[in-house]
């Protein structure tokens, strides 16, 4: 028989503190402004050059400047800082509202705000914070991630990229994998081992700007999506850098990481969410004016029940993931939600994505629709920042452990 | 030293297609996508970017309407107006309201708030009217800049580039005045998230057009609203006397 405060567990009550699900249906005003400038944004800025960004694979430099000034690379950063000093939630929003513009352009929103700025923000120092956050903030310089190896993605307490002191430097050795906005970014949080004998608690997080002596980059990597980001590797050989460019305390880099990620996670499902709206809309606006059978296909039900699936996937995906948000910006504990969030949303997403091309038929398959692009847009999703099956781990780890006696 | 009445209007987003109710007595608009009129965006931006030049002081953003146009006051005040007001218009008083009562209310405020400008859309996209800022400046009796497409402050006086149909006009006229905003005078900010922020903690008047001694009756009767006439095909024709004889045949010439 489950005691009271498990049940209360189970059933994920928000308590006082926290805003109720009712008031889901209805965003607070300065939400839904922050909502309607973003879509208002993507609309005019990202939609149009969409296509060319991912066909010519073109850093959106420009836009990431505007978004920068519009502080949608520093939501959360506090004013002081040079932030936008709003919640996970308008967050959440805002990536999702880019991402429907251009799935690239959300992927970069994504990993500037969560990835880089995040952990700085929660575990950096406020001289460490003024120096890798602020100029961060303008869209000006954007920022990457480092914890994936080409030896372990998943099994990321095996990291080999090391560590070592030498007087007052650290020097870094070791290639860091898939990194996300490597070749446009000017400083990277990076994960090497410090002491190997405490395994994953031995690793420790590090800043280091870019280009800096002993980083390199490897080639681009030419993906099926978000084309308009540059993926490569890190290689670091004798990377040396200030002993104060540790980020948190010695030994804290897998806390770190994981912690970044449980955020992140909620930034790539509302990146996912963007892709998959964008999906559902193509079709949808493709149903009411394609005729076939002498009326609109939007009329054959095979066509209704496939957007009537898609939107039930994006909109549970997407009350996911504004729960989660709403959890993080309570301060309660929001992992479980946060992974549910990110695997409820990239599902849908290549759900979504393969099926707004079945409803465009053969014109679905040719680029001069935008569904192809969303297809292969939303296929990363279910990958990066924690595989699906990860995420299933996450949510099972979690579960059980309300469960436990 | 001076202050700036910017008006607003909440209108149905130009990318609505918009649907005549079944019984013709106007478009539909419940729960249809609204926003702030594009000329009347055009408009606060050269109000915030006139403040921002340290022409002048303050901007007011003034919506005319029910609760809802609260909404477009709030992304005014996120555009970077200061505060704003809102007159209170609702019901039947706010079907029937046309340019002249609004003429009369912008008026009204212009002189309460000892306003230098009032810079306002050329033109609202659900009416076309093209008239409130002419007849607010005729009830002011101030000079008037319209079609601004170029607007320079010099001292008390105001350089205005207007667009006509021969080409380019330039005026001066001098303050207070009133401006309308034509498409090329500048390209509308985006609000920014910190500026949404700010927004929450400024001002919103609320008044009601008796306070301000105007009198809502409308002389205008709509009496009925039809889409426009389906385009038919087009005929094409080879030589310029198949158009004269085909233009007879139909009775046009």
């Known amino acids: ?405 | 030293m001076s202050r700036v009445l910017v008006g607003v209007k909440r209108v149905i987003d130009y990318a609505v297609k918009i649907r005549v109710k079944p019984d013709h007595s106007g478009v539909v608009t419940d729960g249809v996508k609204h926003s702030m009129n594009p000329f009347c965006e055009i408009a606060v931006e050269e109000a915030v970017k006139l403040k921002e030049k340290k022409f002048i002081k303050e901007v007011v953003a003034v919506s005319c309407g029910p609760t809802q146009v609260t909404e477009t006051i709030r992304t005014a005040l996120a555009m970077g107006c200061d505060r704003g007001i809102h007159v209170e218009v609702s019901g039947k008083d706010y079907e029937a309201m046309g340019p002249l009562q609004i003429a009369k209310i912008f008026a009204a405020l212009a002189k309460k708030e000892e306003a230098s400008l009032v810079i306002l859309g050329k033109q609202a996209i659900d009416d076309d009217c093209n008239q409130t800022g002419q007849m607010t400046a005729a009830l002011l009796d101030w000079p008037q800049g319209t079609f601004a497409s170029e607007v320079t402050i010099d001292g008390e006086k105001v350089k205005v580039v207007r667009e006509i149909d021969g080409g380019l006009e330039t005026i001066k006229i001098s303050m207070p005045a009133v401006l309308t905003a034509d498409l090329r005078l500048n390209t509308p900010r985006y609000a920014t998230l910190p500026n949404i922020m700010k927004a929450k903690k400024k001002k919103i008047a609320n008044m009601k057009p008796a306070d301000l001694g105007v009198d809502m009756v409308s002389r205008v009767e709509v009496l009925r609203v039809d889409e426009p006439p389906t385009r038919l095909a087009g005929v094409k024709v080879e030589t310029v006397d198949d158009l004269v004889a085909k233009l007879k045949a139909n009775g046009t010439i």
């Open chain 1, 1 to 405: 028989m489950l005691s009271l405060d498990s049940s209360r567990k189970t059933l994920g009550l928000c308590v006082s503190g926290c805003r109720s699900l009712s008031s889901l249906a209805e965003l607070p005003e300065m939400h839904q402004m922050m909502r309607q400038t973003c879509r208002d944004y993507a609309d005019r800025e990202l939609g149009p050059i969409a296509g060319k960004l991912d066909k010519e694979h073109l850093f959106p430099a420009q836009q990431v400047r505007e978004l920068g000034a519009m502080g949608v690379m520093a939501v959360e950063v506090p004013e002081a800082l040079g932030g936008a000093g709003m919640d996970y939630l308008a967050y959440s929003l805002a990536v999702e509202e880019i991402s429907r513009g251009c799935g690239s352009t959300g992927c970069v929103v994504s990993v500037n705000n969560s990835l880089y700025i995040g952990p700085i923000l929660k575990f950096g120092t406020q001289k460490q914070k003024e120096q890798w956050i602020t100029p961060f903030t303008t869209g000006e310089k954007v920022g990457c991630f480092a914890l994936s190896e080409p030896g372990n993605g998943s099994d990321a307490g095996a990291a080999s990229t090391l560590a070592r002191q030498e007087g007052e430097e650290w020097v870094l050795n070791g290639t860091k994998a898939w990194i996300t906005n490597s070749w446009d970014a000017s400083a990277t949080v990076i994960f090497a081992t410090t002491d190997k004998s405490l395994k994953h608690k031995g690793i420790s997080a590090f800043l280091v700007p870019m280009p800096h002596p002993g980083l390199s980059l490897g080639k681009k990597e030419d993906k099926l999506g978000i084309r308009a980001t540059s993926t490569a590797n890190l290689i670091l050989e004798d990377c040396r850098i200030p002993l104060g460019n540790m980020l948190g305390s010695r030994g804290s880099g897998f806390k770190i990481a994981m912690q970044t990620l449980d955020s992140g996670r909620i930034g790539i499902a509302s990146q996912a969410l963007g892709i998959a709206q964008a999906a559902l809309d193509c079709a949808a606006d493709y149903a009411h004016k394609r005729t076939a059978f002498g009326a609109p296909i939007g009329k054959l039900q095979a066509v209704q029940f496939k957007l009537a699936d898609m939107a039930v996937a994006v909109e549970s995906a997407r009350l996911l993931t504004w729960k989660a948000a709403m959890l993080k910006d309570a301060k309660k504990p929001f992992t479980k939600e946060a992974a549910m969030a990110k695997l409820a949303a990239s599902e849908a997403a290549t759900f979504c994505g393969h099926q707004s091309i079945q409803v465009l038929g053969g014109m679905g398959y040719v680029t001069d629709m935008p569904a192809e692009r969303h297809y292969r847009d939303a296929r990363i999703t279910e990958i990066y920042e924690g595989t699906s099956e990860i995420q299933r781990l996450v949510i099972a780890g979690q579960l059980l452990k309300e469960y436990a006696s």
